[in-house]
């Protein structure tokens, strides 16, 4: 089995917001970081986005000129799934959040590499044993939960399923030490941990808003000021994606109960088209909407 300091190639699948972000800090790691995604136009925009953060972070000094061209340097990008995991020591799966997909994925993956090869989902909410159903080996794959925007955010979620192996939940911890994140553990359990607390607060929000409690920068204010959060519930939804906040409590009711249900406002402004920040205007409006 390889070893963290021995990961010389990820490989990072989808080059959404999620995607890219993850390739980035692997080649601000040193590592080669090859970014997949079956859309060309898909993967011009995750290196674009790549290039807005590694600017930003040079206007607020947070790495020289010439490191941020490193780590550009080290990232190249793919749409042949074979020929991206060819000689990969990381697989990182950040597709959307369908089942379906991500085991079909993970099948042509695990055909293609080597058995020392770490295998992980980027996924927020689904079952880690779901999407490895259909693994012959099982025992390296985990969920490694990065959160938005990666390059900022310290936290890393190491999921654990049913089968995954001692050894690969420690490499992943590892691993995540070295990408420069803070790891924590959890059982395969709807919503693990983060994605369970942090939905239970935005579609209680959401309600409040429903039902003219206060507005949804007075709410946020709430926890911002109340609880030192540092955004509010209304606004990191917006951020994230208000339809993938109704994909994470549908399946939430569906597995833990009604407590769940998301807000008819959610089901609506989805139906709206008002997504957040990637469409211009959610529960906040946006001058300028990302993917």
Known sequence: MVQTEEINKAVV??????????AQVCAQAG???ILFDVSSEALAKGLAGVEAMLDKAVSLGKTTREEADDTLGRIRTSVDLKDAVKGADLVVEAVPEKLELKREVFKQVEAAVGHGVLLATNTSSLSIDAIAEDLAH???FLGMHFFNPVP???????????????????????????LGKEPIVVRNSPGFASSRLGIAFALE???M???????????????????R???????????VG??????????????????????????????????????????????????
Do not use: C, N
């Open 31 to 33: 590592m080669e970081a």
């Open 13 to 22: 699948l989808g080059a959404g917001t999620m995607g890219h972000g993850i």
């Open 209 to 227: 808003v429903e039902e003219g409690v206060a507005s949804p920068e007075d709410i946020d204010q709430a926890m911002v000021l109340g609880y």
């Open 152 to 178: 900022v955010m310290a936290l890393l979620e190491v999921v654990r399923g049913e089968d995954t192996g001692d050894e690969w939940v420690e490499l992943a911890v590892a691993l995540g030490g070295r």
């Open 138 to 140: 099982p025992e390296r």
């Open 205 to 207: 929000a959401i309600r």
């Open 242 to 291: 208000l339809d993938v906040r109704l994909g994470i409590a549908e399946y939430l009711a569906s597995t833990l109960g009604d407590r769940f249900d998301p807000p008819t406002l959610l089901k609506r402004m989805v139906e709206e088209g008002k997504l957040g920040r990637k469409s211009g205007e959610g529960f906040y409006r946006w001058d300028s909407p990302t993917g």
């Open 229 to 239: 959060h540092p955004m509010g519930p209304l606004r990191l939804t917006d951020l």
